[in-house]
């Protein structure tokens, strides 16, 4: 039976930080369910279907990351009821830095009480990803800064026409 995880996250948009991350389950996991979330807790750049053809392109365009191994979903549910309408027992998350941690350790914490079967897994990103937030993409191109070093091609072009 192949080992899945669920990778959750707003990816507004998708970053080096998050790529890496994958890239490194890829190695753990037999399929990899990258869920893009749509709470209505956010004030979101991209609407829901924009950051699914955003990761779509990102990693199946730019990097041919193999679609076999890898699944690009919208959820609105809870990530417990995601882990069981994909079999999986295993969530997981992406670490930057020390201040990440404190939200993290809360939000597992609460995914173990709805479904005491369901582990989470904390994955850094490459060192120099760590700095990387799709917050501070936003802004830099915003403001016409570069930002090849942050995301993929296909991403960029996105959010340059977001911002024209």
Not at 62 to 78: A, C, E, G, P, Q
Request: aromatic share 10%; net charge positive; proline share 1%.
């Amino acid at each position: 039976m192949d080992k899945v995880v669920i990778y959750p996250g707003t990816f507004d948009p998708i970053t080096h930080g998050h790529i890496d991350v994958i890239k490194k389950a890829l190695k753990l996991f037999d399929k990899i369910v990258v869920a893009v979330s749509n709470v209505n807790n956010k004030d979101y750049l991209f609407t829901q279907e924009e950051r699914l053809d955003i990761v779509n392109k990102a990693l199946f365009k730019d990097l041919r990351f193999n679609k076999k191994k890898i699944v690009v979903i919208s959820f609105n549910s809870l990530t417990t009821d995601l882990c069981k309408k994909f079999k999986s027992n295993i969530i997981l998350r992406g670490l930057r830095a020390v201040s990440d941690f404190e939200y993290e350790f809360q939000l597992a914490g609460m995914n173990r009480k709805l479904n005491n079967n369901i582990e989470t897994i904390f994955l850094m990103s490459d060192v120099e990803n760590q700095i990387i937030s799709s917050r501070f993409v936003k802004e830099i191109v915003k403001l016409n800064g570069d930002i090849k070093k942050f995301t993929t091609i296909s991403t960029i072009k996105s959010l340059k026409k977001k911002y024209e």
